[in-house]
Structure formats: structure tokens, C-alpha cells
């Protein structure tokens, strides 16, 4: 009879541990995308146009442009954003929130915003979380960004358009990555960058992966979705 009972337990356990790994999480990335998903058909509703889709040609069809506008910064838990990344699949679009907690951010939202970093677009190293593991794991493909990757920011106003450059692993508590030129405390900034961090290696917390990017331009809501947009052919 004991052993009946450890055998029923270790089966429950079992089953927990792949709902929280993989069930959960499946489930969870699927909830945010299409939270995601429903931000962008509202703001294409709001401007009385369709649901946008990738334009043809480059990043820089007509319309695009590199002076953005300036957006105000969040509250706690504010979702003022969506971000695409082609590389992490075509449905791949996880809301942006004001800051970085786990309780009012990360796990029910999705990735977050540091606070007092600059705002898409601008001057400054944009700098943002989210889990690599664990509800719905936004940032679980980090490691397979590629050079030239873009990293779309989707507001109501349009499109904030990144190309990914660099990946590096660093100690949790190198906070000059969140600098505004990135790992050089005391230097003024000199670009328009962002910076997306995580947990490494996965299920562990003793260093951070972080991916640097670049911005290369913005593109209004009324000149059409960017190129930037269009599924990655590798």
C-alpha cells in the first residue's frame, strides 16, 4: 500500500513539473501573443485601417523615418507596447509593460520595461526583461538571435525598428548594461540602443544573457506596416 501511494505521488509530482516546464509555459506564450495580437488589431481599428501586414521592400520603404516620436514613460505595469522578433516565429507578439517585477510585469504580462531608460527610439539604451522559463518564456529563444535580426517595438503611433548586433553573459549584478551607452558607466549616450536581458542558463539565475541592438528607423502607422516585419528565410 505504501509503495501504491509513493508511486501515485511521484506520478503527480512528475505531471506538475511538466505542466510548469512545458504544458504551462505553452499555453502561457500562446495567452501573451495573442494579447499581443489583440493590442495591434485595436491601434490598426483606432487609425481606420486594417490589421497591418509586412510591406515589400526594406525597412526603409517609404514612410519610414529615423526621427521618432517621443513616448511618455510608463507606469508600473502600463502596457504601452508590443514587440516582434521574425527570428522567434511570424506570431510572435508579446505585450511591453512598465517595469520589471514579477508580480506586476514579467509573469503576468510579459516583458518589461526598465525604469528610466529611454523610450523607444530614442537617444539612449532602451533597456527591457523578460523570462527565459516560466510563463510563457518571451525571451526563451534569446540565444538563437542572429546579426541583422530585426527587433520590432509596435506602438498605437507605429513601428520602432532594431537590428540586432551582439550577445554577451554577464553577472546578475552588472547593472552597466543598463547604461546609457551600454557597460560604460559615466558616458554620455552617443546612439540609439536596446538592450533585452534574461536569466542564464535556463532554470538557473547565476548569470544574465543579453542582446544588444541598434535602432535603424520608425515607421508611422499610416505609412504601413515595416519590412522589418517579414518572416526570417534562413
Same mark, same amino acid.
Given at each position: 500500500?505504501?509503495?501504491?501511494?509513493?508511486?501515485?505521488?511521484?506520478?503527480?509530482?512528475?505531471?506538475?513539473?511538466?505542466?510548469?516546464?512545458?504544458?504551462?509555459?505553452?499555453?502561457?506564450?500562446?495567452?501573451?501573443?495573442?494579447?499581443?495580437?489583440?493590442?495591434?488589431?485595436?491601434?490598426?481599428?483606432?487609425?481606420?485601417?486594417?490589421?497591418?501586414?509586412?510591406?515589400?521592400?526594406?525597412?526603409?520603404?517609404?514612410?519610414?523615418?529615423?526621427?521618432?516620436?517621443?513616448?511618455?514613460?510608463?507606469?508600473?505595469?502600463?502596457?504601452?507596447?508590443?514587440?516582434?522578433?521574425?527570428?522567434?516565429?511570424?506570431?510572435?507578439?508579446?505585450?511591453?509593460?512598465?517595469? *520589471?517585477? &514579477?508580480?506586476? %510585469? +514579467?509573469?503576468?504580462?510579459?516583458?518589461?520595461? $526598465? #525604469?528610466? @531608460?529611454?523610450?523607444?527610439? =530614442?537617444?539612449?539604451?532602451?533597456?527591457?526583461?523578460?523570462?527565459?522559463?516560466?510563463?510563457?518564456?518571451?525571451?526563451?529563444?534569446?540565444?538563437?538571435?542572429?546579426?541583422?535580426?530585426?527587433?520590432?517595438?509596435?506602438?498605437?503611433?507605429?513601428?520602432? *525598428?532594431? &537590428?540586432?548586433? %551582439? +550577445?554577451?553573459?554577464?553577472?546578475?549584478?552588472? $547593472? #552597466?548594461? @543598463?547604461?546609457?551607452?551600454? =557597460?560604460?558607466?559615466?558616458?554620455?549616450?552617443?546612439?540609439?540602443?536596446?538592450?533585452?536581458?534574461?536569466?542564464?542558463?535556463?532554470?538557473?539565475?547565476?548569470?544574465?544573457?543579453?542582446?544588444?541592438?541598434?535602432?535603424?528607423?520608425?515607421?508611422?502607422?499610416?505609412?504601413?506596416?515595416?519590412?522589418?516585419?517579414?518572416?526570417?528565410?534562413?
Amino acid at each position: 500500500m505504501l509503495g501504491e501511494i509513493l508511486l501515485t505521488l511521484g506520478v503527480l509530482v512528475l505531471l506538475f513539473v511538466a505542466w510548469q516546464l512545458w504544458i504551462g509555459d505553452w499555453i502561457g506564450a500562446a495567452q501573451k501573443d495573442a494579447a499581443g495580437a489583440r493590442l495591434s488589431q485595436r491601434w490598426a481599428a483606432e487609425a481606420g485601417g486594417p490589421t497591418p501586414t509586412a510591406s515589400p521592400g526594406t525597412a526603409g520603404h517609404p514612410g519610414a523615418t529615423a526621427s521618432p516620436p517621443a513616448l511618455p514613460q510608463p507606469a508600473n505595469a502600463q502596457i504601452f507596447a508590443t514587440m516582434h522578433v521574425p527570428r522567434f516565429g511570424a506570431d510572435y507578439d508579446v505585450p511591453l509593460a512598465g517595469g *520589471t517585477t &514579477r508580480a506586476a %510585469t +514579467l509573469d503576468p504580462i510579459g516583458i518589461g520595461h $526598465y #525604469d528610466g @531608460t529611454p523610450m523607444p527610439g =530614442q537617444l539612449g539604451n532602451m533597456a527591457v526583461a523578460a523570462h527565459r522559463t516560466t510563463f510563457g518564456k518571451p525571451f526563451n529563444k534569446i540565444a538563437t538571435l542572429h546579426v541583422g535580426d530585426a527587433i520590432v517595438i509596435e506602438t498605437k503611433a507605429g513601428w520602432y *525598428t532594431y &537590428r540586432f548586433r %551582439t +550577445l554577451e553573459y554577464v553577472k546578475p549584478d552588472a $547593472y #552597466d548594461v @543598463t547604461d546609457p551607452v551600454p =557597460q560604460q558607466t559615466g558616458v554620455a549616450a552617443n546612439g540609439r540602443y536596446l538592450t533585452m536581458t534574461s536569466c542564464s542558463p535556463m532554470y538557473f539565475k547565476t548569470e544574465r544573457i543579453v542582446a544588444y541592438s541598434v535602432f535603424e528607423s520608425f515607421t508611422p502607422r499610416s505609412a504601413g506596416a515595416p519590412a522589418s516585419l517579414d518572416p526570417v528565410r534562413s
